[in-house]
């Protein structure tokens, strides 16, 4: 299986790109593929348009472009690069504990799996709502065609917000599209993403209290 980590996007309140920021002598990006590779993953790609991923010895990949937050005529589910291969995407603005990228990797499905947090949330989590982890998927078909109907569905007003992954999975499933945050493979500790810059201050203080596993 490819593992594909997405560091796309454009978010101009951020003075560089997330999965660049550090979190302890390195940054998101390398701690993920350090984690990775721990658990015996090489076939890693990242997908993007900056410059700098190409200096981090690892394949590059572009998705149809780089989504604009602020552009509703874009859509967040054209990030994913679709492949025919099995494929797993992991999000290049979350910092993954050791922990939870091996449960990623051990996860087994045949159709696809989608990772996220869930209350009651680990003491060490720093957020008060859930986030999203990643996709593994298998059948890379019925992956395609969910993104597709995803994207239907939000041209005729059925999702209540531009739809994200939380939208993507109720579709894959095939429940309620505004039901979001239940069926999911549960990781609760402090992995998760950066919002903001005092996202990153706090996941730096609990990586240094809780992240003993590496």
């Not at 603005?93 to 449960?103: F, G, K, L, P, T």
């Not at 998927?137 to 994207?151: C, G, N, P, R, S």
């Not at 201050?201 to 609990?206: G, Y």
Request: aromatic residues 16%; glycine residues 6%.
């Amino acid at each position: 299986m490819k593992y594909v980590i997405m560091c796309g996007g454009i978010y101009p309140w951020f003075k560089e790109p997330r999965w660049l920021m550090k979190i302890t002598h390195e940054s998101i990006l390398e701690r993920t593929l350090r984690l990775l590779m721990a658990q015996g993953i090489r076939d890693i790609a990242i997908s993007g348009f900056d410059r700098k991923l190409y200096g981090f010895g690892i394949p590059v990949i572009q998705p149809a472009y780089n989504f604009n937050l602020n552009n509703e005529d874009e859509f967040w589910v054209d990030g994913f690069v679709l492949m025919h291969e099995p494929v797993c995407y992991l999000y290049g603005d979350v910092v993954y504990s050791r922990a939870a990228i091996w449960e990623i990797v051990n996860c087994e499905t045949n159709d696809i799996q989608f990772f996220g947090s869930s209350i009651p949330l680990h003491e060490s989590y720093i957020k008060r709502y859930a986030e999203p982890f990643g996709f593994k998927v298998v059948d890379t078909e019925h992956f395609k065609q969910a993104i597709e109907l995803t994207k239907q569905y939000h041209k005729e007003g059925k999702f209540l917000r531009h739809p994200v992954s939380w939208e993507l999975w109720q579709v894959i499933k095939g429940t309620p599209l505004n039901d979001i945050r239940r069926n999911y493979f549960v990781i609760n500790d402090f992995t998760c993403d950066v919002d903001n810059y005092a996202d990153l201050k706090k996941l730096r203080e609990v990586v240094k209290k809780y992240d003993t596993w590496g």
